[in-house]
């Protein structure tokens, strides 16, 4: 949780939105952003789901950490990291997908009129909102590729030691 209420990480990633934007918002037609505001939908709703499904099928016993006493919370120690991090990335995933319905209703409710006036202004709040929103994003997907690749090793290794095992009886 911390790394997702990490008040630095965020000033950080601002710093990066707040620079990416004010050299690139020209460089983005429309188009662009609309096809990038999809993307970042869809793999929003990705990466919540497989956080989900990874939180729900493989940690099955996050469920029996919120029933355990006091003297069993010690044997589930180890296990509450990776559920944390699931638990990050779908909170990330939910912030970004509530940002960009939150902004599409902000951007109905502007008439052409404004946006046209204000052109500069509204390229630039938009690239800043898409860019911010993207690393928000890719902090969330990472962590989620990392334990996908952690468990592939491990399985990896599971098999290799069965097939060793199997060679030497």
């Excluded at 990291?81 to 939910?94: D, F, G, Q, R």
């Excluded at 989620?144 to 491990?154: D, P, Q």
């Amino acid at each position: 949780m911390e790394k997702l209420l990490n008040f630095k990480i965020h000033l950080y990633l601002l710093a990066i939105s707040a620079i990416g934007s004010y050299f690139f918002y020209e460089e983005v037609s429309p188009n662009e952003m609309s096809a990038i505001i999809s993307s970042l939908q869809a793999l929003a709703g990705v990466v919540f789901t497989i956080s989900g499904l990874w939180v729900a099928v493989v940690y099955p016993d996050a469920i029996k950490i919120l029933t355990v006493t006091d003297a069993e919370l010690d044997d589930y120690e180890g296990k509450t990291k990776n559920i944390e991090i699931l638990v990050v990335a779908m909170l990330s995933s939910v912030l970004v997908m509530m940002a960009l319905v939150v902004s599409g209703v902000i951007n109905s409710l502007l008439s052409y009129e404004f946006i046209h006036n204000q052109i500069k202004l509204y390229r630039g709040i938009s690239s800043f909102t898409i860019f911010y929103l993207c690393l928000l994003q890719l902090m969330a997907v990472l962590p989620v590729a990392g334990l996908s690749l952690n468990l592939a090793i491990r399985l990896h290794h599971i098999l290799e030691n069965a097939k060793a095992n199997k060679r030497t009886k």
